[in-house]
T-cell receptor
Framework: KAGVTQTPRYLIKTRGQQVTLSCSPISGHRSVSWYQQTPGQGLQFLFEYFSETQRNKGNFPGRFSGRQFSNSRSEMNVSTLELGDSALYLC???????????FGSGTRLTVV | AQKITQTQPGMFVQEKEAVTLDCTYDTSDPSYGLFWYKQPSSGEMIFLIYQGSYDQQNATEGRYSLNFQKARKSANLVISASQLGDSAMYFCAMREGDGLTFGKGTHLIIQP
């Protein structure tokens, strides 16, 4: 059974640009959530999608957005990148039953 | 107030000893789930163990067990017979609705 796949693994962008990260969940999982991990703030919840609907959103500016497609794959977009957006972005999928979330390997974004 | 508190930023433990990683949580929701994840230096979050708020017994998964004390809002992870490969960051997390709230983590180093 394939795990959660995140692409790309590494990304370098310039301030002011925008970026799109992709997450393919485990087959059959309909819930996808996104997290930002930085040394200073730790792991922070960005948003969660279920059946193409955003169910919850963390405390992040509107520059951070996401969506989920009918095949449960999800993308997150960050516009007008800032240096502080440099982080490891983790995606997790869930079948919405006991056992919780399975994480992908993450996308490491560096903004220069 | 922090929802998840991990009071041990770092721990050094001798190989083969048992380890207890502390976690306290704060919620007024009667239905919640508690998770422990391991994050090696590669960055991937590895699910270790889950405890539901209505579970009567402490969860166990191989060498991992969760010491769940609901009245104290405590969910400590116990690793029996530690191994060198257990060296990593360990995160306690809680799910109240959608998404996970993480603690700051404990950096565990197993010494030979």
């Amino acid at each position: 059974k394939a795990g959660v796949t995140q692409t790309p693994r590494y990304l370098i962008k310039t301030r002011g640009q925008q970026v799109t990260l992709s997450c393919s969940p485990i087959s059959g999982h309909r819930s996808v959530s996104w997290y930002q991990q930085t040394p200073g703030q730790g792991l922070q919840f960005l948003f969660e999608y279920f059946s193409e609907t955003q169910r919850n959103k963390g405390n992040f500016p509107g520059r951070f957005s996401g969506r989920q497609f009918s095949n449960s794959r999800s993308e997150m977009n960050v516009s007008t990148l800032e240096l502080g957006d440099s982080a490891l972005y983790l995606c997790a999928s869930s079948s919405d039953i006991r056992g919780g979330y399975t994480f992908g390997s993450g996308t490491r974004l560096t903004v220069v | 107030a922090q929802k998840i508190t991990q009071t041990q930023p770092g721990m050094f433990v001798q190989e083969k000893e048992a380890v207890t990683l502390d976690c306290t949580y704060d919620t007024s929701d009667p239905s919640y789930g508690l998770f422990w994840y391991k994050q090696p230096s590669s960055g991937e979050m590895i699910f270790l163990i889950y405890q539901g708020s209505y579970d009567q017994q402490n969860a166990t998964e191989g060498r991992y067990s969760l010491n769940f004390q609901k009245a104290r809002k405590s969910a400590n992870l116990v690793i029996s017979a530690s191994q060198l490969g257990d060296s990593a960051m360990y995160f306690c997390a809680m799910r109240e609705g959608d998404g996970l709230t993480f603690g700051k983590g404990t950096h565990l180093i197993i010494q030979p």
